[in-house]
Structures are given as C-alpha cells and as structure tokens.
C-alpha cells in the first residue's frame, strides 16, 4: 500500500514537473492568451541620454521578449541572462568595468529580467552603471 502511495505521488509530481515546460520552445515562454501586449523600455546610457524603446510581445517573461526582439545581448548563465549589451551598447563589467543596471517601477530589481514577468503597467529601465 505504502509503495502504490510513493508511486503515484512521484507520478504526480512528473506531470507537475512536464506540464511547467509546456509552452516553452527554445528557452522562451509565451503568454498562453497570445495576445501581444506593448513593452516600454527606458536605456539610460553611458553620458546620461536616454531613450525610450517600445515592442509588442507575446512572452510571459521580460528576458525572453527583450532577446527575441534583439535589444539585448548577453549570456544564459546559472542565475538567468547576464545583460552584456542594451541596444547595441556594451557594459560588461570585465572588459569595461561597467554594467547594466536593471529598474523595475524606478527601483533596482530584486530580479534578473529572466524571471521578470511582463506587466504592461511596469515601467522598466536599464540603465548604464560604471564601476
């Protein structure tokens, strides 16, 4: 009885595992409702000018549609997407001693844009950091 009990809860927690990877294709997860939702990005760069960049998405996370619509550039490492590039600029602090700093509402992030989720009511800013 115990053993039939064991099997099946490590049968449900594989279907919970698999059905968190449904909708993901090649790393990204899209919004399951599908309707494009439109993003606003300030970049704030090295000599204080700033810019605001707009897009529409259908990705649930901020990561995922900032590389799919190429505005970014950088490495997948353990810890999500190290930003190395905004816009075609670099700031990657061991060649340049600098970095992208990442705002949510005005704030530093307390998260990578990897596990942020898309809300067209956020603002978001990068903003260009010397060391």
Same mark, same amino acid.
């Given at each position: 009885?115990?053993?039939? !009990?064991?099997?099946?809860?490590?049968?449900?927690?594989?279907? !919970?595992?698999?059905?968190?990877?449904?909708?993901?294709?090649?790393? *990204?997860?899209?919004? @399951?409702?599908?309707?494009?939702?439109?993003?606003?990005?300030?970049?704030? *760069?090295?000599?204080? /000018?700033?810019? +605001?960049?707009?897009?529409?998405?259908?990705?649930?996370?901020?990561?995922?549609? @900032?590389?799919?619509?190429? @505005?970014?550039?950088?490495? +997948? %490492? /353990?810890?999500?997407?190290?930003? &190395?590039?905004?816009? %075609? !600029?670099?700031?990657?602090? @061991?060649?340049?001693?600098?970095?992208? +700093?990442?705002?949510?509402?005005?704030?530093?992030?307390?998260?990578? !844009? &990897?596990?942020?989720?898309?809300?067209?009511?956020?603002?978001?800013?990068?903003?260009?950091?010397?060391?």
């Amino acid at each position: 009885m115990i053993k039939r !009990v064991l099997l099946i809860a490590m049968a449900a927690l594989m279907l !919970v595992a698999l059905a968190a990877c449904v909708g993901t294709e090649n790393g *990204y997860e899209e919004d @399951l409702s599908g309707a494009p939702r439109s993003i606003a990005i300030t970049v704030v *760069y090295e000599d204080g /000018s700033s810019e +605001q960049l707009e897009f529409l998405t259908t990705y649930a996370y901020l990561g995922d549609a @900032l590389l799919e619509a190429g @505005l970014v550039e950088g490495e +997948q %490492g /353990s810890m999500g997407l190290m930003i &190395s590039h905004v816009n %075609g !600029v670099r700031a990657d602090f @061991l060649l340049d001693g600098a970095w992208w +700093q990442f705002f949510v509402n005005g704030e530093a992030s307390m998260t990578g !844009v &990897s596990d942020t989720r898309i809300d067209p009511s956020t603002t978001y800013e990068f903003r260009f950091t010397p060391a």
